[in-house]
């Protein structure tokens, strides 16, 4: 059988909520309902906020900064402000999930819809948008050092492991070497 990660979302109005448990560990994301058009700015001011984490990803060749930081760094920050679980706004709400609880390469997805608009017709058109889709999300932002994020965006650009190797190589001796995060990355 398969090994598939479970995800259940919720794409509310004000914030996007996914959580997932595997291996006993669990991945949880709340983050602002929000995204906008992302560039390359200095992200260590939002590094050690209390508040969520910066988002900031690649979606179908587009960059976005997702929550928080889209409502403070996106000249049009988008809110998601409809019902529609299939809208563009949802869709890289859901990318930027994906990117924050997915573990595995493959998962089940549960989206919870308000009772009041549950109707076959909107269990129809979920289905089409998203089953069986590969999604695929860039730009992982960590706390690391420069070189160390050079590094490990070529690996990301390239799928070259022998860079993701020597990424995981100079973790050597610290409590980040582990094969979760190997794993996470690759």
Same mark, same amino acid.
């Given at each position: 059988m398969e090994n598939i990660q479970k995800i259940g @979302?919720? @794409?509310g109005r004000g914030y996007v909520k996914?959580?997932?448990e595997v291996d006993n560990i669990e991945h949880v994301s709340v983050f602002k309902s929000v995204f906008g058009e992302g560039r390359d700015i200095d992200l260590s001011e939002y590094m050690d906020k209390e508040n969520e984490k910066p988002i900031y990803i690649e979606y179908n060749k587009e960059n976005y900064f997702i929550g928080l930081l889209?409502?403070?760094e996106s000249q049009v920050p988008v809110r998601n402000s409809r019902?529609?679980?299939t809208s563009h706004t949802v869709e890289v709400l859901f990318a930027a999930a994906l990117s924050e609880v997915a573990v595995k390469d493959k998962v089940?997805?549960?989206l919870g819809v308000p009772y009041k608009n549950y109707r076959k017709s909107v269990l129809k058109d979920v289905i089409e948008k998203y089953k069986g889709k590969t999604i695929k999300v860039k730009n992982i932002i960590e706390e690391i050092g420069f070189c160390s994020g050079l590094v490990l965006?070529?690996?990301l650009e390239t799928g070259d492991e022998k860079h993701l190797? =020597? =990424?995981m190589e100079q973790l050597k001796g610290t409590m980040a070497y582990n094969k979760e995060k190997y794993e996470f990355y690759k």
């Open positions: @979302f919720d @794409f996914a959580y997932s889209a409502e403070k019902d529609s679980k089940d997805v549960m965006n070529r690996y190797e =020597f =990424f």
